[in-house]
């Protein structure tokens, strides 16, 4: 079951509940937040659903949008479901946060909420702005972390160490292609190098093993012997012995 529900009314913060739920869901797992709209799969019964997760949930959030108070039919009819899930969480202990969506919208007033409501305008609020939703996002986690244990438990939970063999690396500011495989076939634009077991070279230039070669004053030969030129800001050479031997030895 769910650590939060999120209370929301549609085309009143619809909008904001959702930004909350994707950010709980990056941060704390997919199934860790209720949305009405997400989580009640088709064809189930959504009263039993609704209140069920209400009663279940460890926090609610009751979004309160710009014109949540315009809803005043609404909020007094026992039957609307905004009303119901926040009677609910009271009667059931559940911890209810007033988010506030945007800059515009004000804290509750008690005169202007029916009775049964009238305790949110008591409550602490957050505030989420759309124009700061990075920042507000994280600290309404935050509260959200700190208000429910198990969640802060389960972000701060140590990662468990790799199993024996496995391989685990990263890569960072990367401007071009990054592979990370154990088998890997296909093109991906640049250059690849596996299992290489003799001399590799990659950009311009030639390369040349254990063979005569002469480039333009130089001349190189012997056992072992390996020049590459190219565009390596100079050459690089290795040699072991000298064949001391003719060109044409083995004829």
Known sequence: MPDVFINYRTGDGNDIAALIDNELANRFGKDRAFRASRSILPGSTYPDALLTNVRRSALVLAVIGADWLNFQSRLRDPEDWVRKEIVEAFACGVPVVPVLAGRGTERLRKERLPDELARLAELQSVRLDTQNAEADLKRLGDLVAE???ELY???????PAPDHGSVSNSAGA?????VQSRDFTGDVGNTVIKGATGPVHSGQGNIYQNSRHVSGDRHYSGDGMTNIEGDQHGDIRHRFGDSGQPEDNGR
């Open 147 to 149: 208000m429910v244990p």
């Open 153 to 159: 438990d389960l972000e701060h939970a140590e990662v």
């Open 174 to 178: 990367v401007s071009g292609t990054a």
